[in-house]
């Protein structure tokens, strides 16, 4: 009954009045009143109904074939669009201030004490070892098959025709998931969102300088990085290696942190499936895809 008298009030609905001080409704009443429920369950205010009551009062058989109708149709979407669009670049803005505020972010106790942080940091390969990453050039990919985000799975050892770059990297922040404790205080830890999107922002001229593919790859699961995709918008896929098959395979170096076993960051070019190139230590992750398309670039020059 209050609804009614508000569909009243606002001259959407008009009872006749009768000697009693009765309101008597007509049946296009009854349907007016059941469109603007049904349309304000829709989202429309029910202002926005008025076009679809008005063209029930002059009797047709729906309220939406009238042209002002089909107007109001038009313009509640149109309506509902630039409002998603304005909360999609609000969230978005969220996004990156957490993911920011989380990479900056350590637990009191590693910000009294960040050499004791940095100190349960075990590496298995220290990062002065360079004979061994220099071993790595020449090797034959592994037989190893990981899984992508695009939801294909990629056999190392049969990459195709072509070089193929592979940056390798500890992990990435996921906004809403704290990083390991001390993580700003390890060498070489932080970057990692930088560095996707140096590849992806140079992703063509990757291509076009002769990288047939690009992938990066870490420790991470797959479900994981399927996000840092979506988030990021990369053009390429990521490959997950949870159980260190490529530290197996090529001996890759890793180091412990937050009782989790990482690669440390570098980034392969291998050349029909052969380590042909070992950039490490990775010194400036956000201009490192930089460095590879030089270094592309240069091998063309040269006729490789």
């Known amino acids: 009954m209050r609804a009614l008298r508000y569909y009243e009030k606002a001259g959407l609905v008009m009872p006749t009045r009768l000697p009693n001080g009765y309101r008597e409704y007509d049946p296009v009443a009854v349907r007016q009143v059941e469109r603007i429920r049904?349309?304000?369950?829709?989202?429309?205010?029910?202002?926005?109904?008025?076009?679809?009551?008005?063209?029930?009062?002059?009797?047709?058989?729906?309220?939406?074939?009238?042209?002002?109708?089909?107007?109001?149709?038009?313009?509640?979407?149109?309506?509902?669009d630039e409002?998603?669009?304005?909360?999609?670049?609000c969230?978005?803005?969220?996004?990156?201030?957490?993911?920011?505020?989380?990479?900056?972010?350590?637990?009191?106790?590693?910000?009294?004490?960040?050499?004791?942080?940095?100190?349960?940091?075990?590496?298995?390969?220290p990062s002065?070892?360079?004979?061994?990453?220099?071993?790595?050039?020449?090797?034959?990919?592994?037989?190893?098959?990981?899984?992508?985000?695009?939801?294909?799975?990629?056999?190392?050892?049969?990459?195709?025709?072509?070089?193929?770059?592979?940056?390798?990297?500890?992990?990435?922040g996921r906004p809403g998931v704290d990083l390991p404790e001390g993580w700003e205080s390890i060498p070489g830890a932080q970057g990692c969102t930088a560095e996707a999107c140096g590849f992806r922002d140079h992703h063509d001229e990757l291509r076009e300088?002769?990288?047939?593919?690009?992938?990066?790859?870490?420790?991470?699961?797959?479900d994981y990085q399927r996000e840092l995709v979506g988030r990021l918008r990369l053009p390429f896929a990521m490959l997950a290696d949870p159980g260190l098959d490529m530290c197996v395979g090529l001996g890759l170096p890793t180091f412990d942190a937050?009782?989790?076993?990482?690669?440390?960051?570098?980034?392969?070019?291998?050349?029909?499936?052969?380590?042909?190139?070992?950039?490490?230590?990775?010194?400036?992750?956000?201009r490192h895809a930089r460095q590879v398309l030089d270094w592309l670039r240069d091998g063309r020059s040269r006729g490789r």
């Open 38 to 80: 049904e349309l304000t369950s829709l989202g429309l205010s029910v202002a926005q109904t008025r076009p679809f009551v008005e063209c029930l009062a002059e009797g047709h058989d729906s309220g939406d074939e009238c042209p002002s109708s089909l107007a109001a149709y038009r313009r509640a979407i149109a309506d509902l």
């Open 83 to 89: 409002r998603m669009a304005r909360l999609a670049r």
């Open 91 to 125: 969230r978005d803005g969220l996004a990156r201030h957490l993911e920011a505020a989380a990479g900056r972010a350590v637990p009191s106790a590693a910000t009294r004490s960040r050499q004791g942080a940095a100190g349960s940091v075990r590496r298995r390969s």
């Open 128 to 172: 002065g070892d360079g004979s061994r990453i220099s071993r790595l050039v020449g090797s034959r990919m592994p037989a190893v098959r990981l899984p992508a985000t695009d939801g294909s799975s990629v056999d190392l050892r049969t990459l195709g025709p072509g070089r193929t770059v592979f940056y390798v990297y500890p992990l990435t």
């Open 209 to 222: 300088a002769g990288a047939a593919r690009v992938f990066g790859l870490s420790t991470q699961a797959e």
């Open 258 to 286: 937050g009782g989790t076993t990482m690669y440390e960051r570098l980034t392969m070019i291998v050349y029909d499936g052969v380590v042909e190139h070992v950039f490490y230590p990775v010194s400036s992750p956000d």
